[in-house]
């Protein structure tokens, strides 16, 4: 029996002491949501006005631009075809018809372009910062959280419901070593240390877009 109660002791003595389970070598885990810092940082609220304010521009342009084609339409209705007027109004217009379409060709893809760049500066400084707050909280790895709301199960196939499903990479937390605040504090005092200035995207092509109106006057 002593022995028995030797042996059990020293058991428990060898568990308690071992490397594999000692607290200090228990690896130190959060867990941080990158969308979700990502839609709370100022820089990303900033670069949102930007990007309205330049897209409200752009489809006042757009539609500046469309009355133009349309006023030339209607005048071309008032012009006796095979005139010289009409064939001036005609060209004129499906010029401009040209010029417009591929002006709204390069200018959404000069947007797309400025917007995928900022997207990436963005994760990356998301990336550092998480980096620098776990470093100061001496933490070794931080797990992505990525939530996913599921809609009305009657909105979606099997496919689309597998798809979300495989998005949830994390089943439970409790939210006691999520980080996003602190990621985000940090991410928020280093933007305001550079002044409030968003990142800078490549220099783009111009994006003028075609202007003047035709001036011929018909004849019926």
């Known amino acids: 029996m002593n022995r028995v109660w030797i042996a059990a002791l020293a058991l428990v003595l ?34 949102k006005e930007q990007l309205d304010a330049t897209s409200k521009e752009l489809g006042n342009q757009l539609n500046a631009q469309e009355q133009t084609l349309k006023g030339l ?26 010029e417009l379409d591929t002006w709204k060709k390069v200018s959404q893809a000069q947007l797309q372009d400025q917007q995928k760049y900022q997207m990436k500066s963005l994760f990356d400084k998301i990336t550092e910062a998480t980096r620098s ?13 990525t939530n996913v709301d599921f809609p009305d199960m009657d909105q979606i196939n099997v496919d689309q419901l ?6 949830r990479n994390i089943l439970f937390s409790s939210g006691k070593y999520d980080i996003s605040a602190q990621v985000t504090a940090k991410l928020d005092a280093d933007y305001k240390s550079r002044g409030m200035a968003p990142p800078t995207p490549p ?8 202007t003047g109106t035709g001036t011929g006057t018909g004849n019926k």
């Open 73 to 98: 339409q209607d005048r071309l209705k008032q012009l006796a075809p095979g005139t010289q007027q009409y064939n001036d109004t005609r060209k004129e217009l499906i010029q401009k018809a040209v």
């Open 203 to 210: 220099t783009p092509a111009p994006t003028t877009p075609p």
């Open 162 to 167: 597998r798809a979300l499903i495989n998005q």
């Open 133 to 145: 707050v776990a470093m100061t909280q001496k933490l070794d790895i931080v797990f992505t959280e």
């Open 14 to 47: 060898m568990l308690t002491f071992s490397p594999a389970v000692r607290a200090e070598d228990m690896p130190h885990i959060a867990t941080a949501n990158p969308g979700k810092i990502f839609n709370e940082m100022q820089e990303t609220k900033d670069l």
